[in-house]
């Protein structure tokens, strides 16, 4: 079998390889068009963050079997294309994690005690000690946005200096970790209690600008922020600003929304701050641990067919796979309907099959996947939903039941969240149509297909006229309004399918009508 290699990866990475008489075809220098020709006969294909892997490549390459990222990131990989083609992509993401974790902590010494002003000024003959007093890590506040693996190996760094930790994230309870070392607060109490702020976190919708102008000024003015996860989670010129206007005692910033840095970026010429050119993963250690790990991968799964850290193979069993995708689809629908309307931390998840759907543990994996995509910094995929959730805190359960009711197969969700239990049924009919068939208590049947309002209103009349009114004068169009009612507590659930997504105005505008009990816009 062969493997090309398109980055450089270490000799030590290339010996797996080779040892186990793979033949290695090294191409790290080579053009883009060099690499698409010589991928057309490999089986393996090992590369970092200067390969490009297209569809194009993918679809001419009739031997390929697995792509090797040694690294986290596989942006610049075409996922979809090759989940189509029955390509396994696999990544290495825990191997990064000290080097990141030291960088962190190197950074917050450098800030600390003054370092690289007291290099470059002795450089230039000075010899200023009283203008570069610094302070003591011991008995300092330390709050850590984001309480993944990075922001865990920080916080046993931290220890060793005695500081106090503050810990923030959306999706992490208390019960994770002993108050005595990590309490876990709000994002405003970190800003405004930490003396110095590491953030931990990916790049999403959610936390970009996470750090901007206004929450950055409600910092303490003696306080340093670090940056060592990704560009733009900082406003990069609210920082300099800041910096500038002596709002903060510094910072440093390793990542940045552009790279590499160029001369007009606000933060070159910022006072009171560190810079260094993404250096969170660059030690030795990190450079031969990822061409290790991902070369035994690649092998593994070629020779033995071991799956590690692989970011889109559902089950091992391929033939069982097909026979129940369509219930795994509707699993991880429920998944992503259920991460939506659970509110905080989740500490327990339950998906029961019945009937004919007898596979708990895909469908529970599948669910899981769903549920966490948009939680975490992770690419969650079938491998690793477990485990992540069980490092979130989550308990796992999963059971089967010959009672399917009305239904010839049913998977039944329920999340209990820091503020109640929310539940999902689903069923497939006819071995392909996927169907909600019960939510939050109400009796449903419909497809999860696009946008849709969840909606729960007085059970009176002219509801639906009035939400149709306004939807209507919005131009928003309604593919399917569904009703269920509970005449116990004389309420009424609606699952509304619109076409397009609904503008913040309209649906505040639905939810100041006084017919309506609450109301959220969820996306399948």
């Given amino acids: 079998m062969k493997i090309l290699v398109s980055d450089p990866i270490t000799a030590a990475g290339k010996a797996i390889l080779e040892d186990a008489n793979l033949e290695v075809v090294n191409l790290p220098d080579a053009s883009t068009d060099e690499k698409a020709e010589a991928c057309k006969d490999v089986h393996g294909w090992i590369i970092r963050s200067g390969t490009n892997v297209t569809e194009a490549m993918i679809n001419s390459a009739g031997q390929l079997q697995v792509i090797g990222r040694a690294g986290v990131g596989i942006d610049n990989i075409d996922l979809a294309a090759a989940t189509r083609k029955g390509v396994v992509v696999m990544n290495t993401p825990d191997v990064n994690t000290i080097s990141a974790a030291e960088h962190t902590v190197a950074l917050m010494l450098a800030l600390s005690r003054n370092i690289p002003i007291g290099h470059s000024g002795m450089i230039k003959g000075e010899w200023n000690r009283n203008a570069l007093v610094g302070s003591e890590l011991r008995n300092k506040t330390l709050g850590i946005v984001g309480l993944g693996k990075i922001g865990q190996e920080v916080i046993q760094r931290s220890r060793s200096f005695n500081m106090n930790i503050l810990g923030y994230d959306p999706y992490v309870s208390q019960e994770m970790f002993n108050e005595d070392e990590v309490k876990v607060v709000d994002l405003d ?76 970026n606000p933060l070159v010429s910022a006072k009171n701050i560190v810079l260094t050119p993404h250096l969170g ?66 500490q327990k998840v339950h998906v029961e099959c019945a009937g004919t759907m007898d596979e708990t543990k895909p469908a529970a994996l599948a669910f899981l996947k769903g549920l966490l995509s948009s939680r975490i910094p992770e690419r969650v995929n079938y491998i690793n939903a477990e485990t992540l959730a069980v490092d979130l805190g989550i ?82 169009n309604i593919g399917a309004y569904l009703l269920s009612r509970d005449s116990a507590d004389g309420e009424a659930f609606a699952v509304i399918r619109v076409d397009n997504e609904i503008p913040q105005d309209v649906l505040s505008t639905l939810a100041d009508l006084p017919e309506i009990v609450s109301i959220q816009q969820i996306h399948c």
Avoid: W
């Fill in 281 to 346: 993963a660059s030690t030795e250690e990190a450079k031969e641990g990822v061409s290790r790990a991902v070369c035994e991968q690649v092998r593994d799964y070629l020779l033995y067919e071991k799956l590690t850290n692989a970011l889109n193979m559902p089950i091992s069993d391929l033939a069982k796979l097909k026979e129940i995708q369509p219930s795994l689809e509707l699993s991880e629908i429920m998944g992503r309907l259920q991460s939506q309307l659970v509110k905080g931390s989740i």
């Fill in 395 to 476: 308990r796992i359960e999963h059971s089967y039941t010959s009672d399917s009711g009305a239904y010839t197969n049913l998977i039944r969700t329920k999340v209990t969240g820091a503020e109640g239990v929310t539940q999902i049924n689903g069923s497939v009919f006819e071995g392909k149509r996927l169907r909600l068939v019960n939510i939050l208590g109400y009796e449903m049947d419909i497809t999860p297909r696009g946008t849709m309002l969840f909606a729960r209103n007085k059970d009176v009349p002219g509801v639906i006229g009035k939400v149709g009114t306004t939807l209507g004068v919005a131009n928003v």
């Fill in 189 to 264: 109490t970190l800003t405004a209690e930490s003396d110095y702020i590491t953030l931990h976190v990916p790049f999403t919708d959610s936390t970009k600008d996470l750090f901007d102008y206004s929450r950055l000024c409600r910092m303490k003015d003696t306080a340093r922020i670090i940056n060592v996860a990704r560009g733009g989670i900082i406003n990069e010129a609210d920082l300099a600003k800041v910096l500038n206007e002596d709002k903060i005692a510094g910072a440093a910033v390793d990542v940045f929304t552009s790279e590499p840095v160029v001369e007009d």
